[in-house]
């Protein structure tokens, strides 16, 4: 499998609950190397464009007003298959059918407030990692 870059958030429940560390904890220990980090707060703006698949749905609004109500961690992590295996150690979507000792199962709280986010495949990693951090920014 080829090394790849991913993007992730530890998104404003999880810093605001103080699982930053836990989180990273977890990714160093899977393997994946971080390889950018960042803490910031999103704005309504910033939300719209990184998410732009989902503006218009129905829970747009609230996902919008979750991601900014807060500080959220930023990061580039890399492996062999790193999109997948973030995607694997995070679980599912909804926190309620996340796997026993996944990110979202151990963190999360409800579908719309679950702790993490994860790029999707490799075109979704290559627009979210370069939305947010240059080339600078990453080693
Ligand atoms: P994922 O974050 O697993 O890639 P997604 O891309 O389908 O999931 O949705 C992006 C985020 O939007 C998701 O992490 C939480 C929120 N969301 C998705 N479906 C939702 C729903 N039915 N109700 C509330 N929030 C939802
Ligand atoms: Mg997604």
Known sequence: ?????????????????????????????SGLKVVGLKLTCLTP??????YHEHVGKGFYAELEAFMCEGPVVLMVLEGEGAILRWREL????????AADGSLRQR?????G???????????SAKFEVSY????FEQQ
């Open 1 to 29: 499998m080829a090394i790849e870059r991913t993007f992730a958030i530890v998104k404003p429940d999880a810093v605001q609950a103080g699982h930053i560390g836990e989180i990273v904890t977890a990714i160093e220990q």
């Open 45 to 50: 703006a910033l939300c719209q464009g990184f």
């Open 90 to 97: 995070m679980g599912a979507t909804n926190p309620a059918q």
């Open 107 to 111: 963190f999360g709280t409800h579908i």
């Open 113 to 123: 407030r679950n702790a993490t986010h994860g790029s999707d495949k490799p075109e």
């Open 132 to 135: 947010f951090f240059s080339a």
